[in-house]
C-alpha cells in the first residue's frame, strides 16, 4: 500500500504509491465508525437519521453517532489495556 498523503471525510483520497505513482479515490466516510471507503466499493447502507452513508459493517446498520462510538472503543481499550485507533 502506499503512503496516505490526504485524506478527506468526504470526498477524495490522494495515495503515492512508489511504482503507481500519484492515486486519487473517491471515498465515503462512514457517518457511524467513520472508516473511510472507496466509493466505488461502497455497499453500505444510508441512514435515514444521519442522512449519510455508512460503511455497510454489520455494527454500523444501526445508528450510533460517531462519538458515542469513540467513547464505546475508548472504553473497550482501556479495558485491554491498550489504545486502538
Ligand atoms: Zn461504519
Ligand atoms: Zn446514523
Do not use: W
Not at 437519521?49 to 472503543?73: N, V
Amino acid at each position: 500500500m502506499g503512503k496516505v498523503t490526504l485524506l478527506r471525510p468526504k470526498g477524495y483520497a490522494i495515495v503515492v504509491d512508489p511504482v503507481k505513482g500519484v492515486l486519487e479515490y473517491d471515498t465515503g466516510k462512514c457517518c457511524h465508525c467513520g472508516r473511510i471507503y472507496p466509493q466505488s466499493k461502497h455497499a453500505g447502507t444510508t441512514c435515514i437519521k444521519c442522512c449519510a452513508d455508512t460503511c455497510g459493517h454489520p455494527d454500523c446498520d444501526f445508528c450510533i453517532p460517531e462519538e458515542k462510538r469513540f467513547d464505546m472503543q475508548e472504553k473497550a481499550a482501556r479495558q485491554k489495556n491498550k489504545i486502538i485507533i
